[in-house]
């Protein structure tokens, strides 16, 4: 079983659409969770980090942790064309140390 | 521009060469960390410098590889012996250390070995 399990799409929604997206992982000892958006060819930006349970929202974007699931959900709300990309949840176990990702989910935002 | 470089963009080598991949971080980051992305997948950890030390080299799959970071800056990604199985986009991201563990990614390295 992997750390981190993110279903891979691809995921296709109409413009406006509310986009969900989700990961599971499996050690409770993961204490940091982001969401970073990578682009074709390009590396991984970060969108999104927290480290509690609960939701974050920036803009349209919302974060949310359970971690007594262990599970972690990133929503996109009035989605846009330009949100087309792959979305790719990564989580780390110390603070400033490595990230693990999960396999990503590709998006498509048709206009 | 004041991201995360990597040079070359694009490697294409034959099998049973030695390559060398260079990250130069965002000035002032301690700490330095090296990817791998192969095809459909998530980066996978390969090494994380903070300063000139290598703190955690665990994901390193085999002996081909090392990576140095000997001025606590610049670090260079070294691959002896390539193999097929090497091919993948290499990834290097930095953070600031201390307060701030964001990482923050370059564009990659596409790394072909025929």
Redesign the interface.
């Known amino acids: 079983q992997k750390e981190?399990e993110?279903d891979?799409g691809p995921l296709s929604v109409p413009e406006g659409a509310i986009v969900s997206l989700n990961c599971t992982y499996s050690n409770s000892a993961f204490q940091?969770f982001m969401w970073?958006r990578q682009y074709s060819?390009?590396?991984?930006?970060?969108l999104m980090?927290t480290y509690s349970s609960g939701n974050k929202e920036d803009g349209r974007f919302t974060a949310q942790v359970d971690k007594s699931s262990k599970y972690i959900s990133l929503f996109i709300r009035d989605s846009q064309p330009s949100d087309s990309a792959t979305y790719?949840c990564?989580i780390?176990m110390e603070?400033?140390?490595?990230?693990?990702?999960?396999?990503?989910t590709i998006l498509r935002v048709k206009s | 521009g004041a991201g995360?470089s990597q040079t070359p963009s694009n490697k294409v080598t034959e099998k049973g060469k030695y390559v060398e991949l260079r990250c130069d971080p965002i000035s002032g980051h301690t700490?330095l960390?090296w990817?791998r992305q192969s095809l459909?997948?998530?980066?996978?950890?390969l090494i994380?410098f903070?300063g000139t030390g290598a703190?955690?080299d665990s994901?390193l799959p085999n002996d081909r590889f090392f990576a140095v970071r000997p001025e606590g800056s610049v670090s260079t990604l070294k691959i002896q012996r390539t193999e097929r199985g090497d091919s993948a986009v290499y990834?290097c991201?930095s953070?600031l250390?201390g307060q701030s563990?964001?990482?923050?990614?370059?564009?990659?390295t596409?790394l072909t070995v025929l």
């Open positions: 981190v993110q891979p940091y970073y060819r390009k590396g991984p930006e970060l980090y790719l990564a780390e603070y400033g140390n490595k990230l693990v990702f999960g396999a990503g | 995360v700490a960390y990817y459909g997948q998530g980066p996978e950890f994380y903070q703190a955690d994901g990834l991201a953070s250390g563990n964001e990482q923050f990614f370059g564009p990659g596409r």
